[in-house]
């Protein structure tokens, strides 16, 4: 059920269970900011650090500011942190339906959005069959406390955001990314660490 304790100091999720994605950050084009950066290609792969980690030497520490949102503009900042579930060389579908939900450990400074995101919700560049309205993963809203904390995500309770992007059914069969995003309106610090299925 490992996906990634991030105790091999690498930027790839565990390889058990035909796993074999890459972490990275993004972050969007409106002079947000997120360390460590993205490359040219917005998503680079992400190296733990080993600062106050919930279990042994190593996991995934992120930081930076977002602007302010501009609902008339449509200008909406954001970045984030994730990893793809399977990647040759751009994400490929993981079929996740041995498994009922993730579980994993953060800390932090904010509320974030955490998305696992699917074909039907991601764009070709992505992996994904999505068309118009992508990026809208299934998820739920955590507010991050100072100390280590679990987060469930029971695929039988995420949710997309009901309010835009294309609405698709939940499938675990077709599973492509998690992200945790961090919303507009300021700086945000957090870590991860301890990525299971269950």
């Given at each position: 059920?490992?996906?990634?304790?991030?105790?091999?100091?690498?930027?790839?999720?565990?390889?058990?269970?035909?796993?074999s994605?890459?972490?990275?950050?993004?972050?969007?084009?409106?002079?947000?900011?997120?360390?460590?950066?993205?490359?040219?290609?917005?998503?680079?792969?992400?190296?733990p650090?080993?600062?106050?980690?919930?279990?042994?030497?190593?996991?995934?520490?992120?930081?930076?500011?977002?602007?302010?949102?501009?609902?008339?503009?449509m200008?909406?900042?954001?970045?984030?942190?994730?990893?793809?579930?399977?990647?040759?060389?751009?994400?490929?579908?993981?079929?996740?339906?041995?498994?009922t939900?993730?579980?994993?450990w953060?800390?932090?400074?904010?509320?974030?959005t955490?998305?696992?995101?699917?074909?039907?919700?991601?764009d070709?560049?992505?992996?994904?069959?999505?068309a118009?309205g992508?990026?809208?993963?299934?998820?739920?809203?955590?507010?991050?406390?100072?100390?280590?904390?679990?987060?469930?995500?029971?695929?039988?309770?995420?949710?997309?955001?009901?309010?835009?992007?294309?609405?698709?059914?939940f499938?675990?069969?077709?599973?492509?990314s998690?992200?945790?995003?961090?919303?507009?309106?300021?700086?945000?610090?957090?870590?991860?660490?301890?990525f299971?299925?269950?």
């Amino acid at each position: 059920t490992l996906i990634d304790d991030l105790e091999d100091k690498d930027n790839g999720v565990a390889k058990v269970g035909g796993r074999s994605g890459f972490w990275y950050t993004y972050v969007d084009a409106l002079g947000s900011t997120v360390t460590p950066k993205p490359d040219a290609t917005g998503a680079s792969p992400l190296l733990p650090g080993s600062t106050n980690c919930h279990a042994g030497t190593a996991c995934i520490i992120v930081s930076g500011t977002t602007g302010v949102a501009d609902p008339v503009a449509m200008k909406y900042p954001y970045a984030g942190v994730g990893f793809d579930f399977s990647n040759a060389k751009k994400p490929c579908v993981y079929n996740g339906s041995a498994y009922t939900g993730i579980k994993f450990w953060a800390r932090g400074d904010v509320e974030v959005t955490i998305k696992v995101n699917i074909s039907g919700t991601a764009d070709a560049t992505g992996g994904g069959t999505c068309a118009t309205g992508c990026s809208n993963g299934h998820g739920k809203k955590v507010v991050l406390s100072p100390e280590w904390a679990e987060v469930d995500l029971p695929f039988a309770t995420i949710m997309q955001d009901p309010t835009w992007g294309t609405q698709v059914p939940f499938d675990k069969a077709a599973l492509l990314s998690l992200q945790v995003q961090f919303p507009a309106g300021g700086a945000f610090n957090a870590a991860l660490d301890d990525f299971t299925f269950y």
